[in-house]
Structure formats: structure tokens, C-alpha cells
């Protein structure tokens, strides 16, 4: 396996060399052609380093890499070092002879080759360094290689060693769920070095092969460490924090005043909210269980636009409900469901909402909005539907309370910018029958017994305990069809279905 994972790298360098043009970016990373090494040595039989030092993470205002980069040429000076910025910085990086830099933002006057690392990286192995470490001897770097390469081909894909500062590196597990637009970090079972894992907290220097780093999507995005541990975890890919080896750190902290602090505290958030965007995650778990939100508020607009044939948009790539949209979802929720108690409005969760509240005790994973029923005759007891037939009202809280267009219901919205929402839905009694005097087309919106609302019972919805139908599964087989409980589907089928065995039914 190792020699076959050998060969492949091989077929990835030659691919990725150019046969004429680059000039002197052919040298770039070439270095000095030394052979002769033996396996877990620096240099390879004839193809010169087998390993190019990548620094990434760092500030143009304020940074050591010219630093950095000396520690590794008193080292190693044939080792390719390789600065990688998005764009050029300012001031100009102060690196040491032989140290380069690679801008990534295209030049309109320049070939794709020139902004494009795997055309810059033409050895086995990259080392990704953090700012402000330090290289104490050319052994770190042959312990690293080692230990990748006893891994044959199995599931650690990458290595890493700690460098030292006030805060440990902590080995994570990170399960990522684009589905639900999630990552969950939690920690390690150890926690300490040599674990496997899937992530990884704090400084740290990472060994990766070249052809592994670039089959990822964004193989130099930032975060670093963020962007990478998100592609590899999703691929199944694990690390292996190693146990006695460490770097030094010859510069902590990094930034000298508390305004270049801030500066790179407000660039990481910039940066982390633009990968998660780019990533489609939307929800991050901290492992001490702290919550990053990076999708839609009370504030923005909803993460999706208008519903076409009851398929929202994120159906379509495989995703369900954005979690931020959930949240909002719960929240209008309960707080309109308080306001049905406190003006003695019967009400009743209909529709999908009462589906998701028999299967999952929760809005259904992939709904978009919430269905209440409730007695025509109660509206003039509440205060902020019973003058709706004249426009909209925005209550004290920032809801939006108003009259559907689409028909005869009430529509109570987030708020101004985010229309994500709770519908009310009025019935009246007619010889023991609830009915309305306006339908839609949906199937569900059909005439039933007065039965199932006498009475009505509590059910476990969206974190609070609200009231359905008595016999909520004869309810919902009246209006869905035999077995709707048991057999998910999307609202559509014929636009979009459901993948069932990829669900985990409540």
C-alpha cells in the first residue's frame, strides 16, 4: 500500500509540472537535487526534498515569518519554504534568501500556474507550520515522516506535534453533518499525546502528503486548521498527535500591542465566518459545548428564499432545514403558542407540525414553517389578531403579525427581515364537523371531526409541551394517508424524495 501511495505521488508531481513556462517557478520548491536519503530521510533517489514547509496562518501587520523561515534554513537549507498570503501583503514579508512567497488571488496578467499551490509544491510530503515557531533540529522533521509513513494506508492521513505555547494542543473528535449544515467538536478520549483523532486545538506543526492536501477541496483555506480538519474528517481521515516530539515557539505572544490583537482576533472572525459560508455550516459545537451560530437572525433575512412546489431550495443539495432557521423556528413558536394561552385561543398543532410532533417530538427536520389550528370564534380574544383585517402589526418583541395573502389564516412572521414563521390556521364547528370557508390545495387541508379536540392533549413540540388531537395518528392518517407516521417522505415527491435509508426515523 505504501508503495502504491509512493507511485501515486510520483504520477501527482509529474502531472503537476508544466512542461515549459514556469521558469524560474520551476525552482520555486525544486531545491538542490540530493539523493541517496534512506526511508524517513529528507531527501529522496534523485528527486531532490521530499518535503516543502508551508506557513499559512499569518498577519500582514505583525508576523515572524522571515523568522521562520531562517529557523529552517540553519537546519535545512536545501527544504523549499513556501509563504502562502490570499493576496500580497503589506508590508512586504521580509523573508531570507530562498524563502518565497505565493500569492493565491489570480492576476489577470499572469497563467492559472502562478497563483495555484500544486503547481508550487512539487515534493512527497508539506509541513504546515504555524507563525512564530521554531526549528530545533532537522530530527523533528525525520520523526514526523517516519511515523506518516508507518501508517502504510490506513486511516491516519496526517501527523502532528505540538508546539509549545501557554495553552496544550488538544486532540478532538469532529463529526461534520452537511446535511444539517453542523459540526460538532468534542473532546478526545485522552486528550493528550499520541491520540488519534479527527482534530485538532492549538499550535501545532502538521505533516501531510502532498497529494492528500491537494484532493482536498480548499486545501489552504483559513482557518487552516479549521478548513483542513473539516474536509478531512468528512473524508474519513484521522491524525495522530504524536507523543515527545514538540516545537519551540520564539515568538509568544505573536502580536505586540492590544489593538494587533484585536486586529487578528477581528480578521480570524472575518475569515471563520467566510469558510463556514463557503462550507455551508451554519451550527458549530465548541468541545467545552459553547454554540457558534453562522447562519440567519432575528436580524437577516431566512437562509432560503421563496417555497416552489412545497420544495424549499436545500432539498435539492441534499440538505435539510438550516439549524438557525430551526432555532427561529422554535422560538416564534413558543412564543406565540403563550400568546394563544394567555388570550384563551383553543389551539392545536396541525398539519406537518403535528407529524413532526409524533415522530420526532420536534418540527420535522426538513419543514420550513409551523402549523397551528385554531377556533375561529376565540380570535377577538387575542389583541394582535383581532385587527388584522387592516395591514400588519409588529408587536413589542419585533413579530410580525398579519393576515396570509395566500388565504384565509393568519401568518405570524420572525420578524421584519426573516419571514420564517408560524401559521394560524381557523376552523369553526359545523353539526360536529370542523370546517373553514376557504381551502387550500394541500391535502392535508381537509374537514374533520370536532372529536379530536375534545379534548385536546399535551405532546411533547420544539423543546416546550404544546396541545394536539386527541387520536393524533387516526388525525394524521385521515389527512396524510395509512402509515404516514412510520414512512417519512418530502412534501412533493415528484420534485424531490426522500432518500430513506440515509434517515433515522424518531
Known amino acids: 500500500m505504501m508503495e502504491k501511495r509512493r507511485e501515486q505521488s510520483k504520477g501527482l508531481k509529474k502531472a503537476s509540472r508544466p512542461g515549459a513556462g514556469l521558469g524560474a517557478m520551476g525552482n520555486l520548491v525544486g531545491g538542490n537535487m540530493v539523493g541517496g536519503a534512506k526511508m524517513g530521510g529528507l531527501e529522496g533517489n534523485m528527486h531532490g526534498p521530499r518535503i516543502t514547509i508551508l506557513v499559512r496562518e499569518f498577519e500582514d501587520f505583525e508576523n515572524y515569518v522571515g523568522d521562520v523561515a531562517r529557523s529552517f534554513f540553519r537546519q535545512r537549507p536545501e527544504l523549499p519554504f513556501l509563504a502562502v498570503a490570499e493576496s500580497p501583503p503589506y508590508p512586504p514579508l521580509a523573508l531570507p534568501v530562498g524563502g518565497r512567497l505565493l500569492v493565491l488571488s489570480p492576476s489577470p496578467d499572469q497563467p492559472p500556474q502562478t497563483h495555484r499551490p500544486e503547481f508550487n509544491v512539487q515534493t512527497e510530503f508539506a509541513l504546515l507550520v504555524p507563525d512564530g515557531m521554531e526549528l530545533d533540529h532537522g530530527r523533528q522533521i525525520e520523526r514526523l515522516i517516519r511515523e506518516l509513513e508507518g501508517e502504510g494506508g490506513g486511516p491516519v492521513r496526517l501527523v502532528a506535534a505540538p508546539v509549545l505555547t501557554r495553552s496544550a494542543v488538544q ?40 497529494e492528500d492536501l491537494f484532493n482536498l477541496s480548499v486545501p489552504l483555506g483559513r482557518p487552516l486548521m479549521s478548513s483542513l480538519f473539516v474536509q478531512t474528517s468528512l473524508r474519513g481521515w484521522k491524525v495522530k498527535l504524536l507523543e515527545g516530539l514538540s516545537f519551540s515557539a520564539s515568538h509568544r505572544p505573536l502580536f505586540s500591542s492590544a489593538h494587533n ?246
Not at 192 to 210: F, H
Open 171 to 210: 486532540c478532538l473528535h469532529l463529526r461534520v453533518n452537511l446535511r444539517e449544515w453542523t459540526a460538532t467538536y468534542t473532546p478526545a478520549a485522552s486528550g493528550s499525546s499520541g491520540s488519534v483523532c479527527t482534530a485538532l486545538q492549538g499550535d501545532a506543526v502538521v505533516l501531510i502528503r502532498t
Open 261 to 506: 490583537q484585536w486586529k487578528a482576533d477581528s480578521r480570524l472572525k472575518d475569515s471563520t465566518d467566510h469558510l463556514m459560508h463557503s462550507f455551508g455550516l451554519k451550527h458549530v459545537v465548541l468541545p467545552d459545548d459553547q454554540h457558534q451560530w453562522f447562519g440567519c437572525s432575528k436580524e437577516t433575512p431566512r437562509c432560503f428564499g421563496t417555497v416552489l412546489d412545497d420544495t424549499p431550495e436545500y432539498l435539492y443539495i441534499e440538505r435539510w432545514t438550516p439549524p438557525c432557521c430551526l432555532r427561529a423556528l422554535r422560538e416564534t413558536t413558543k412564543y406565540v403558542i403563550n400568546i394563544l394561552k394567555s388570550s384563551g385561543i383553543r389551539y392545536w398543532l396541525e398539519g406537518g407540525s403535528l407529524l413532526g410532533a409524533a415522530r420526532h417530538q420536534d418540527i420535522i427536520p426538513w419543514d420550513y414553517d409551523v402549523d397551528l389550528g385554531i377556533y375561529l370564534a376565540d380570535v377577538p380574544n387575542c389583541d394582535y389578531l383581532k385587527n388584522l383585517d387592516s395591514g400588519s402589526l409588529v408587536d413589542a418583541n419585533g413579530y410580525v403579525w398579519e393576515r396570509a395573502v395566500e388565504g384565509d389564516f393568519y401568518r405570524v412572521q420572525y420578524s421584519e427581515a426573516n419571514h420564517l414563521h408560524v401559521d394560524l390556521w381557523p376552523f369553526y364547528p359545523c353539526n360536529g364537523v370542523m370546517t373553514r370557508d376557504t381551502w387550500t390545495e394541500h391535502k392535508q387541508d381537509v374537514e374533520f371531526s370536532e372529536h379530536f379536540l375534545q379534548p385536546l392533549v399535551p405532546m411533547q413540540f420544539a423543546g416546550i409541551t404544546a396541545y394536539g388531537p386527541n387520536n393524533h395518528r387516526a388525525f394524521l392518517e385521515l389527512k396524510f394517508g395509512e402509515g404516514v407516521i412510520e414512512n417519512p417522505q418530502y412534501p412533493n415527491p415528484a420534485k424531490k424524495r426522500l432518500d430513506r435509508s440515509r434517515t433515522l426515523v424518531s
